[in-house]
């Protein structure tokens, strides 16, 4: 009996578990536990795509600010560089058309002997002499002629500024040995004038072997007078003219001018009282130093360098231009392939 029981109770529980197997509970059971290990196993996959579209996201809004922060650097290069180019283009422009003076002293044992262009008038000229070493001895016979050593022409010409009016110079050769400090002094007299100062003006031109090589000395004189300073000396003092050479050498020409400092000493005239009316001029005239100074214009702006510039400025140029162009293909070409991969996640 006690097997019976047993086997029995066995039966009876396999029919109790079979129905509980063909019961419709138990199969939504297992319907919602396989849904939920679905869905298990599903949400992991979903997690890592939306991670990776925001990771691919991220990368490209960083791509494109670079981009962008890339094309305003250079931009910004053009930019400089184009105002390099147009610096440099001004500056040269500006050391051509304004060069730079280069002032240099040249040595010299000798000049060459100026000529002493003499504008008397009324005067007359008494003596005229040759003197070394800045010695002049006392005066003899003041108002007097006297034998003098210097070489003078007398040129008659029509000045090319008093509208046609004659002018009688006397043209002196000058002093040329600059070691011995060798000097002309010179004495004029003028007799009783009703003007109220008087005064013989003169003027210096380079060479006075050029007028003995003129052949038309009146024309030679009146060119001097256009381009030569006139000074004056006056009467009753010694009037002492130290000469300095200039010669400037410009881009198509040279030109010489003279220098001058003039020293007054008063005359104490000591001749009789008849004879004071008469006015007396004295003048000395002598070179400075030894030295030419000369006078160059020096244009600074080197064309090579500048073009140098300018060909790494437009270097500069062309591949900031290159670059650009490249960087603008591949914004184009990263935006189509982000347009397709979009249309391609909406499409799945």
Same mark, same amino acid.
């Given at each position: ?206 060479? !006075? ?10 024309? %030679? ?63 000395? !005239? ?31 140029? %062309? ?30």
């Amino acid at each position: 009996m006690l097997g019976k029981d047993s086997t029995y109770r066995e039966l009876n529980d396999d029919d109790d578990h079979s129905e509980e197997l063909q019961s419709p509970d138990f199969f939504h059971d297992v319907v919602e536990k396989d849904g939920e290990e679905r869905n298990e196993s599903v949400l992991p996959e979903d997690d890592s795509r939306g991670s990776t579209a925001s990771v691919r996201v991220s990368k490209a809004c960083l791509k494109n600010v670079f981009t962008v922060a890339l094309i305003f650097i250079y931009l910004l290069l053009t930019t400089v560089a184009a105002f390099l180019a147009y610096q440099t283009i001004s500056d040269f422009l500006e050391k051509l058309n304004h060069p730079v003076m280069s002032v240099t002293y040249k040595e010299v044992d000798a000049f060459s002997p100026p000529g002493i262009a003499l504008y008397p008038g009324h005067a007359r000229l008494l003596s005229c002499r040759h003197h070394y070493h800045d010695d002049i001895p006392p005066l003899v016979d003041p108002g007097k002629p006297q034998e003098g050593d210097c070489v003078i022409k007398e040129v008659t010409y029509y000045g090319p500024f008093a509208n046609g009016t004659q002018k009688k110079a006397l043209v002196v050769r000058g002093p040329s040995d600059i070691r011995s400090k060798e000097l002309i002094f010179m004495q004029f007299i003028q007799n009783k004038t009703e003007e109220d100062f008087s005064a013989i003006p003169y003027m210096l031109f380079a060479k !006075f072997s050029d007028l003995d090589h003129s052949l038309n000395k009146s024309e %030679f004189m009146r060119d001097c007078e256009r381009n030569y300073s006139t000074w004056t000396f006056s009467g009753g003092f010694r009037t002492w003219v130290k000469m300095s050479l200039v010669r400037t050498s410009g881009k198509s020409n040279q030109s010489v001018q003279f220098r001058q400092e003039s020293t007054l000493v008063k005359f104490n005239d000591k001749r009789p009282e008849p004879e004071r009316g008469n006015q007396l001029f004295f003048a000395v !005239f002598e070179w400075r130093d030894p030295f030419m100074q000369e006078i160059r214009l020096i244009v600074t702006a080197n064309p090579w360098s500048s073009a140098a510039i300018l060909c790494g400025v437009f270097m500069a140029l %062309f591949k900031a231009a290159n670059f650009a162009k490249l960087t603008v293909q591949w914004i184009i070409r990263m935006r189509k392939r982000h347009l397709r991969n979009r249309a391609r996640q909406l499409g799945t």
